[in-house]
Structures are given as C-alpha cells and as structure tokens.
C-alpha cells in the first residue's frame, strides 16, 4: 500500500489503533506514503505520530469501555463489557457503521450481539458461536460449530486435519542486508516489559519511571574503539536514516551486534530499520539492519538532517 501511494495509485487509508508511523519500518517511506495520500483518517484513543499526516481523527474506545468479544491466540473467544460508557459517546463500531451508510452501504446494528451473529453466519469455525453462549459459558474456544457446540479446547485428538502432515523444502535466502566498513554493526530491535509496542498508552502509565527513554545497548568493545563511554549520547545511523539517544554499556549481545526498543517516538528507531521483508510471510526485517555507531558531536549534520523524523507525539 505504501509503494502504491509513493506511485500515485492507492490515494486513501483508514487507520485503526495502529500507530504506522512510529511502529513500521522505514519511517521515511511510510510518512512519505502518508504525505502523497488524499485522505488518511486516524481512529485512536490519543493523538499520536501517525494522527500527525490524519485530514481527519476518530475517537478511539478503551478495553474498559468496549461491548463486545476479544480472541486470543489460545483460540479463545471472551465476552466482555463496559465498565464505563464511552466517553466519546459513540462505540467505534458505530463510527464506522454510520461512514458505510453515508458512503451508500446500510450497515445497520442496534447491537454487538448482531455483529457478533454475522460473523457467526459467515465464519464456519465461529458458527456456534453466540452472545448468549459466551454469557453462559463464560468463553469458548474455536472451533465452534455443530460437531463442538461448547468449543475445541485441544485441536488435532486423533489426528491432524490434513493427515499426517505436510512437509515443505523451505529454501534459505539470506538477507539483502549487508553489514560494510561504513555500517559495521547489526541492530536488532525489541520490546521491554514495561512499555507496549509504540508506547501510545503505556508512556502516559507510570511505567515510565522503569523505562524513561529508549536507549542503545552496545557491547564495551565495541564502544571502546568508538571512543563511546556509558551514558554518552551517540548517534545511530543507517543506509535509510539516523537518529540519536544515549549508549548503554552491556554485554547482553556480542561483539558487532548493537540493540534498542521503539517505545518512544522522539528516538524513532525505525526511522533506522529498512523496508526488507522475509520473502514468505512479509514479516518486515527488523532484527537485520546493517548500522554505525558515533558519539553524537562526530555526526552532527547527519542528526540536524534526521531532526524533523523525531517530534514527540502529544502527550496529555
């Protein structure tokens, strides 16, 4: 979708509790997808680093104020409820059915339990699956169907669904990624615990005094030939972008392999990463990008160019 918006073919995008700018890879190629398009329309709970392209934001609806159903990858399918009613005064459900029926589709629900009975209708694992049924069973587990009217706790009993299995030649293609006397290092990236994904709702939590910033993990060899001392703020750079924050002495990782999170938007460890993707599932390549190291004042017009990729998202 982003290449096509660079190209001019795809002009709109409708962005749901998802903050691409700050969570992809290649910030540059996605906010100049953001920018080439007509219509981006951002719906979240906070404003955040993609909401900054938005022509239009929704309000977004906390776990606490949702009707509804949540699956797990268990395979479990929980009912849950409002605790409060939406502050927005509408569900999102409801945004988004009232946009189908201006735009000509009659998308009409006077409940989640009917949404819940169409997926039910079009979905053969979900076809037993009800509102009633979750009240009074609490979950269940797809599938859901005639043969398991209360669910499936284990899959495959007496056998799996296409036999005895099925076994694929998997070629190994390396990456394009390559590490080089300019780009020396690997980064790979990660989360910490305290902080989820992008941080939108877990940096307005006071588990922000566990992870304050995002910061580079580099092995003492290789901050010592680099002349880099702990705490020293450092400049990391890439074939695609660079950005800076302060340089941590570990050896968690070994020599030539450097490491950080994405939590906070004012570092934007992707404006970094590349848009390589494994060639079978799409999986953007993340934990693969050929990188320097350098004390911040020894790259200085590199970091004044990577400045304007990393505005803090608004914060309450």
Sequence with gaps: MFDAAIEGSFRAIFVQGEDIAQSDPNTKHVTAALRAMELVVVQDLFLNETAKFAHVFLPGTSFLEKDGTFTNAERRINRVRPVMAPKTGKHEWEIVAEIAQAMGYPMRYDHPREIMAEIAALTPTFSGVSFEKLDKLGSVQWPCDEKAPEGTPIMHMDGFVRGKGRFVQTPFVPTRERSTRKFPLILTTGRILSQYNVGAQTRRTQNVAWH??????????DAEVRGIGDGDEVTLSSRVGATSLRAVLSDRMPVGVVYTTFHHPVTGANVVTTENSDWATNCPEY????????????????ERAAEELRVPATVD
């Design 212 to 221: 304050p910033e995002d910061v580079l993990e580099i092995h003492p060899h």
């Design 287 to 302: 934990k693969v990008t050929a990188v320097q190291v350098g004390l911040k004042h020894s790259v200085a017009p590199v």
